[in-house]
């Protein structure tokens, strides 16, 4: 029996329900046994702009979107114009037979770029300017077409249910659209009903109402559709599996490993973490970690990370998570942190930039302004997950690293990771350890909070500890937080501090430090969320025969040069991948290593990879066909 891979697509205007519909419909998939991988795209503005959501679906583990979209269902025109193109050739349209009028001039939320583009390309193929145009080029690449009136299907449910107010629920196009797809491809409809009387158990009407329009549409699509070649019935459900999105990772691993304060200022796509960790705060975790998270919403960034700082110095795990612009804010804060070794974790959420940039859209982008942000040298470590079951416990090594080195701790998150929903093996709480370094219960003596010690690293006090009193300035300071200039005193401090770098290097676990996922005479370097499009790409090469390398870099900073060079000795081949224009982890490799990058494979859209197109890419790469800058561009 053929596996399963399956690709399936919701577009609409921002705010009318598209990411719920794509959660009932991920929900579903994931009850009756399959792999999920799902990720969401939407415009920066609230309400009225496009908005998708694709979520591929497999009985085998996936890591990653594809190209190819199987099947795509629509209750809007832009959606249908936007993306008509990525429907495979045996795959499925369930659109609004009431658009197929409609024209591309009449879409006002077309921006004209896109316009100009698919105009051309209707006029080339002699098709007229509007639905109908587009879905004959779908029609004619061997896509069928499965039109449906929602509106008359609503108006038919509330005839049938005599209730009129079903009628003007536009709002239900969304669910309707979800069950239409179920109905097509065979799924059970139980699982249906579930996902809904989940995700709206707090809104048992609302519930009811959803599963009404749900059955209704199911048996509409069961009873009128019945010539789509594919069908997912259900397969055998692996245990211990859970549906996750992307800021449950961090979030979750925040509360295990004893995070006690978070505070933050709202910024896409840092904020769902604080969002759910608020709704979380009274949370007994386990016997030995018992306590709450609390959340504080702060005017401002600057604000979020004094407030974090001040709650680490009483010796409370503190944390705040933002994205580019908030971290900007935060840098000469974080400088004082590094001055006065105090340990936070600050979960950064990367996006596109410079400057505002695309505020909802994905980026590599951050990565040397996290290496080099602030002025002044100080010892900090910038650590990268490269997925959201691998953010959980990464969580927990940042706050032990911070806690034991004395330092600040950027975590590397971005879009791509905060936006994706997956199918993972549950979280073991029980493998995150707790270490507070050298953190103190109880003070004898003369306290200097700076004092020199053999490892560089002082023994702490937290505010109000009996005979712990230290100072904090921003000044350069002696051993016990006085202001001073004396230049001795200056270089004997500065030494201190960053002789923690090579501490790090040494004392954090290699296999912490860079995860090797094979090595060839052809090797990949990158990090972050490139690791799952890149695993998922190499699969498809190895079943080709074609063996490619993968290293995927965790420690950012101190840079682990040792093991990177020790791993790497054998490759002749080493190609950069990233979601950047200038290849920032590739000129951190050369410099640390003196070794050129032979291929760069990047992406600059705003729009995660897709393991289709890196897999094409190194194809060229290794058919000698590819230009030693590569730049990936697929995505709406």
């Known amino acids: 029996m053929a596996s399963i891979d399956f690709s399936w697509l919701i577009g609409g205007p921002q705010g009318s329900g598209v990411e719920s519909g794509a959660n009932v419909f991920s929900k579903v998939c994931a009850e009756v046994g399959y792999q999920i991988f799902g990720k969401r795209e939407f415009h920066s503005n609230i309400k009225g702009e496009h908005s998708y959501f694709i979520v591929r679906v497999s009985d085998n583990p996936i890591r990653s979107n594809v190209n190819d979209v199987t099947l795509m269902i629509s209750f809007d025109a832009e959606t249908i114009f936007r ?55 779908a029609k004619e690449r061997g896509v069928k077409l499965y039109p449906v009136s929602f509106k ?43 996902s809904i009387d989940s995700i709206f158990s707090k809104k048992p009407q ?26 997912l019935p259900g397969t055998k459900k692996q245990s211990e599996t859970i549906l996750v999105q992307g800021h449950q990772g961090t979030s979750i691993g925040k509360m ?52 974090m700082i001040g709650s680490a110095l009483t010796g409370t795990r503190s944390s705040t998570s933002t994205s580019g612009p908030g971290f900007a804010l935060m840098t000469e804060a974080l400088g004082w942190a590094g001055m006065n070794e105090v340990p936070i974790v600050l979960t950064l959420y990367q996006r596109s930039g410079p400057s505002t940039g695309l505020p909802t859209r994905h980026g590599q982008d951050d990565l040397s302004f996290a290496i080099a942000g602030s002025f002044g040298d100080f010892p900090k470590i910038v650590y990268s997950s490269g997925d959201i079951e691998e953010s959980f416990y990464d969580t927990g090594r940042c706050f032990n690293y911070s806690d034991m080195f004395q330092v600040p701790v950027i975590h590397m998150m971005d879009k791509f990771l905060s936006s994706s929903v997956v199918t993972c093996k549950k979280f073991d709480p029980s493998k995150i350890t707790i270490n507070r370094g050298k953190l103190l219960d109880k003070v004898e ?24 009193i230290f100072w904090n300035t921003g000044d350069e300071s ?12 200056r ?38 969320s490139t690791k799952g499009p890149i695993l998922d790409a190499l699969e498809m090469l190895k079943q080709e025969g074609i063996s490619i390398g993968f290293i995927q870099i965790k420690l950012l900073h101190p840079f682990p040069t040792e093991s990177v060079k020790s791993l790497l000795e054998n490759s002749k081949v080493i190609i950069d991948i990233e979601a950047n224009h200038s290849g920032q982890m590739g000129k951190i490799f050369k410099q640390n290593l003196t070794r050129e990058i032979d291929y760069f494979i990047l992406k600059y859209t705003g729009r995660g990879m897709t393991s289709t197109e890196i897999y094409e890419t190194l194809k060229k790469i290794v058919e000698n066909k590819a230009e030693k800058r590569e730049v990936l561009r697929h995505g709406a």
């Open 152 to 194: 008359s299907l609503l108006a038919s449910l509330a005839e049938e249910t005599e209730n009129p107010r079903l009628k003007g629920l536009v709002r239900m196009f969304n669910v309707l659209g979800v069950s239409l797809s179920l109905g097509l491809i065979k799924m059970p409809p139980d699982s249906l009903f579930k």
């Open 256 to 307: 295990v490993s004893g995070c006690r304060f978070q505070s933050y200022y709202p910024i896409t796509p840092a904020s769902d973490e604080s969002v759910f960790l608020e709704s979380n705060e009274i949370l007994e975790v386990r016997d030995d970690r018992p306590g709450s998270t609390a959340v504080i919403q702060t005017e401002d960034e600057i604000s979020a990370i004094g407030m």
């Open 83 to 137: 993306h008509y193109d990525e429907v495979s050739s045996n795959g499925g349209i369930i659109y609004d037979s009431d658009l197929e009028k409609i024209t591309i001039d009449s879409v006002h939320t077309l921006d004209n770029y896109f316009k100009q583009r698919l105009e051309r390309d209707l006029e080339s193929k002699n098709k007229p300017f509007t639905i109908a145009g587009v879905l004959e080029i």
């Open 491 to 528: 270089m004997k401090m500065m030494d201190k501090r960053m002789s923690r770098l090579d501490l790090i290097a040494k004392e954090i676990p290699p296999e912490e430090q860079v995860v090797s996922h094979g090595v060839y005479d052809m090797t990949i370097i990158s990090w972050g």
């Open 445 to 468: 003596g003369e306290y200097r909070r700076f004092a020199f010690t053999e490892d560089g690293i002082s023994p702490r006090s937290r505010l109000g500890l009996d005979n712990g």
């Open 478 to 489: 002696d051993e016990f937080g006085h202001i001073t200039e004396d230049p001795v005193m």
């Open 206 to 231: 609302i519930a009811e109402l959803n599963k009404q329009a749900a059955n209704y549409a199911y048996n509409f699509s069961t009873s009128k559709f019945t010539d789509f070649q594919h069908s």
